[in-house]
């Protein structure tokens, strides 16, 4: 399994992260080496019938739909980064690399 | 000691213990809002609680009043939460302290506490060494004695490999067992708050206060709190099972012979000891890292710069500011496994990495579950295949690093408890044994456990 330097790119873009060119080729190297690790898994014939294991409670319990007051010590005012007015601010939506606007 | 003055008395003795074990950088909270937190628990501590005046301290990826929570990253820097987790508000009930937050690998992704934003932390008996991750802060205060007990969390081992790198005892609960309210997220379908402790029964009495049904995590069961054994005379009518797999060719000399050791003393205890086999063993690291960076992916999403911690500015618009946030604010370890995580769950590739890692969690419980169905009802495995290695030996190599998870991550794909604790030392260095037990009866487990740590020669060399 070999990634390539523009395959981490998209994938960099698809987890909306910033990835310096430099470490570009280090990247893919480390990417390509742990997904061939990782792939050894399909030399296992698993079968189709194994049922998804997901560990927990059966089902997800009810609980009362009440409204509560979320039980914070203080508001996002404290610990955003930015916020006025009860919202989050942010730089103006812009146009997206492929020229479609944000809906 | 409800003497307004002894309480103070005692959380200056605390803080300064702590503090004493500054060189190995295993807590992250300053020296003075150290002292100034436990003076002021000290005098609202509840005199009562069954923890009353027992300080614990906490993993910063565990949700604090007190303290900042970090998660040993430069994106969650100086963030304080607004709430805190419920095995915080459960210990403090109980009148423990909370004696700081510890250093960890970012977000608790890594095997060894390098991958921290805010230094590594360093072993307490080899400043050359780690500790073990991702919970090496809180396995290295303890085994410093500047604690008696710490939260650590686990999504793949980060509580028992740094307790058996370390010399302390680790437990990681059952799924489910222990409320995830205020744990920041990493795996979902794996994380669980562990426990270290300098004795079996230090770290037994903080799950025990720490367990129990919690309304704010649908995942956690809806069960009373852990009951706490006593100390067994023997381990007459127990079935130990020890998997071959664990035990490989290669296996470091040293570990092997202490396993045997802690094997013999079993047998004597009275135990009924017999291998068995548990056949996907092999592929539960691969499994572990399809699924673990999966989960992170998602999971990391939320931090953009928009709602926590520090911004890193200058973006025209909203993407670029996502992007330059999390670009800059993630350390290296972090990066490649949402890069990973992005990568396995892409159209394309999800069938062939996601999808076939589910099926294999499936076959690796399965494996469990078959050999607990034949009459066995406990595992005993090494819990580390080495000692503690050199700082920077697999750095550069993150697939070496992933193996020192081999025996550990299996309990956490199969949502069962486990333990680890010290068996003996390799040229000084301390190693674990560990117990794998079945879902939610963590007091078979500890009943084993007491009753070998009061025989094993945990200090001496195997």
Redesign the interface.
Known sequence: MS?TRD??LK??Q???????DAMLPA?AE??S???A??????S?P???S????????DA??F?PDEVKPA??????A?????FQDGF?L???????EDGEAEG | MSDPSESLASAKAVADRVIKAKRLNACLTPPKELRASLAQQAQAAHHSGVLYGMPVAVKDNICTLEFTTSCGSKILGGFRSPFEATAVARLKAAGALIAGKTNCDEFGMGSSTEHSAYGRTVHPTDKARVPGGSSGGSAALVAAGAVPAALGSETGGSVRQPASLCGVVGIKPTYGRVSRYGLVAFGSSLDQIGVLGRSVHDAARVLSVISGRDPRDATCEDRDPLRLPTVPESLQGFVIGIPKEYFPPDLDPGVRRACDRAIRLLRELGAAVREVSLPHTAHAVPTYYIVAPAEASSNLARYDGARYGPRFDGSADVRSLYRRTRGEGFGPEVRRRILVGTYVLSSGYYDAYYRKAQQMRALIAQDFRHVFDRGVDLLFTPTTPTPAFKAGEKLSDPVAMYLSDIFTVTANLAGLPALSLPIGRIKGLPIGGQFLGQAFLEDEMLEAAYALERVVPATEEA
């Not at chain 1, 404290?78 to 930015?82: E, K, L, Q, R, T």
Request: charged share 15%; net charge negative; proline share 12%.
């Open positions: 990634v395959e981490v994938i960099a698809l987890a909306e992260l910033e990835v310096d990247l480390q990417m080496s742990i997904l690790y990782v792939a050894q898994i399909n296992v698993a079968s189709e194994a049922r998804p294991f997901i560990p927990g409670p997800v319990r609980r039980p914070l010590a203080f508001g996002p404290v610990f955003a980064p930015a989050f942010v730089p103006k939506l812009g146009q997206f």
